[in-house]
Nanobody, 124 residues
Framework: VQLQASGGGLVQTGDSLRLSCTASGGTFSGYTVGWFRQAPGKEREFVAAAIRWNSNPLYTDSVKGRFTLSRDNAKNTVYLQMNGLQPEDTAVYYC??????????????????WGQGTQVTVSS
């Protein structure tokens, strides 16, 4: 499965962006799809995940109420709608797919397939 992330850009504080992650050479069916981000000088961190056995996405606390993850199985695409963006959201955002157990959903090493990343920059 190859993943293609897109939708990043340069925005101002409070603006919105929608990231897309599209799979090719396979489908997202049966996979947990996660979004991670990595800011300069920091470790990659979990943002959100669409868990394969649960219809309710999982979010890290800092994005709850601002980010919304959704899946379009017909388009083989997972979206991350990001509202109310803040400068601390600035990072390269990566999508990933895999089959982690619940305790591993937030861990990047639990995912087998990764997109190339898309830059999100939020100016203050």
């Amino acid at each position: 499965v190859q993943l293609q992330a897109s939708g990043g850009g340069l925005v101002q504080t409070g603006d919105s962006l929608r990231l897309s992650c599209t799979a090719s050479g396979g489908t997202f069916s049966g996979y947990t799809v996660g979004w991670f981000r990595q800011a300069p000088g920091k470790e990659r961190e979990f943002v959100a995940a669409a868990i394969r056995w649960n219809s309710n996405p999982l979010y890290t606390d800092s994005v709850k109420g601002r980010f919304t993850l959704s899946r379009d199985n017909a388009k083989n695409t997972v979206y991350l709608q990001m509202n109310g963006l803040q400068p601390e959201d600035t990072a390269v955002y990566y999508c990933a797919a895999g089959s982690p157990i619940l305790s591993g959903v937030r861990t990047s090493t639990s995912y087998s397939y990764w997109g190339q990343g898309t830059q999100v920059t939020v100016s203050s």
